[in-house]
């Protein structure tokens, strides 16, 4: 049976420059950084999720994807509707703070929600879209 989350995707523009956003403007580490021919597998996780990793995925053709898919997909990050998240944090003030100083776009700042948390939008600098969250006490 299926018992856990392994690895997730987040599609990127360029590989290189998504791995500076997530370890230097995240505070990311890097899993994994293996190139096969033209094929990079690249991860990154977090110190304390050692059993989750994110793969930055390049948007090009290859392994499955034709020029048309890469096309789609492009659009979609640009356009934000991709992501993964929520990314949670014990303080979302302090931490869109934080991230904002270091250059990171918000689309939102640290707001106040009825249902329960405290949320921050962020792009990453492929235009994916991730929400920063602190559960309310």
Request: charged content about 25%; proline content about 4%.
């Given at each position: ?5 392994s ?23 890097i ?32 392994g499955?994807l ?11 990050v ?16 302090k ?36 929400v ?6």
């Amino acid at each position: 049976m299926i018992n856990r989350l392994s690895v997730a995707t987040i599609w990127v523009k360029d590989q290189n420059e998504a791995l500076r956003f997530y370890t230097e403007k995240l505070g990311f580490e890097i899993r994994a950084d293996v190139t096969n021919g033209s094929y990079r597998w690249l991860t990154v996780g977090l110190n304390d999720q050692p059993e989750i990793e994110f793969q930055l995925a390049a948007l090009k053709p290859g392994g499955g994807l034709t020029q048309e898919d890469v096309d789609h997909l492009t659009r979609l990050v640009e356009a934000g509707k991709m992501g993964v998240g929520p990314w949670k944090t014990d303080d979302c003030q302090k931490t869109y703070e934080t991230l904002k100083a270091r250059g990171v776009e918000f689309v939102q700042p640290a707001t106040d929600r009825p249902y329960g948390i405290i949320e921050a939008i962020f792009k990453d600098n492929s235009g994916n879209v991730m929400v920063l969250a602190q559960d309310k006490q």
